[in-house]
C-alpha cells in the first residue's frame, strides 16, 4: 500500500515557475514507477511526466518537454515535477501516482494503481 500527498500549488503568472512535490508513504516506494497526471475542468485527466522506479528513465508528455522536469528522491520517498514557463493552459490539479508494473514509460491513467488527492496550479495570464 502506498499513500501519496501532493503538495506545493498555487497560482502564478505566465511565465513563472511552480515546484510540485509528492510525499509517499510506504517502505516499498523505491520499488515503483512515478507519474504525473493533471485534470482541467471538463477534460479528462492527461498524462505529463513518467519517471522509473531508480530514476533512470523519464518521459514527458509534448506538452511539458523542455519546460518540466521529473525527479524523485528514493531516500526522502517523495516525487518532484518542475514547472517552468508556466501557460495559461496549465491550469489544472495536479495528480501523483504509483505504478508497481514491470513496463517502463507508463502514459496511461489505469497503468497506475495508487493516487493522490491532488494540488491546484492555476496560471494567470
Known amino acids: 500500500q502506498v499513500q501519496l500527498v501532493e503538495s506545493g500549488g498555487g497560482l502564478v503568472q505566465a511565465g513563472g515557475s511552480l515546484r510540485l512535490s509528492c510525499a509517499a508513504s510506504?517502505?516499498?516506494?523505491?520499488?515503483?514507477?512515478m507519474g504525473w497526471f493533471r485534470q482541467a475542468p471538463g477534460k479528462e485527466r492527461e498524462f505529463v511526466a513518467t519517471?522509473?522506479?531508480?530514476?533512470?528513465?523519464?518521459y514527458y508528455a509534448d506538452s511539458a518537454k523542455g519546460r518540466f522536469t521529473i525527479s524523485r528522491d528514493n531516500a526522502e520517498i517523495t516525487v518532484y515535477l518542475q514547472m517552468n514557463s508556466l501557460k495559461p493552459e496549465d491550469t489544472a490539479v495536479y495528480y501523483c501516482?504509483?505504478?508497481?508494473?514491470?513496463?517502463?514509460?507508463?502514459?496511461?491513467?489505469?497503468?497506475?494503481?495508487?493516487w493522490g488527492q491532488g494540488t491546484q496550479v492555476t496560471v494567470s495570464s
Open positions: 501516482a504509483a505504478s508497481g508494473s514491470g513496463r517502463y514509460y507508463l502514459t496511461r491513467v489505469n497503468d497506475y494503481t495508487y
Open positions: 510506504g517502505r516499498t516506494f523505491s520499488s515503483y514507477h
Open positions: 519517471i522509473s522506479w531508480n530514476g533512470d528513465y523519464t
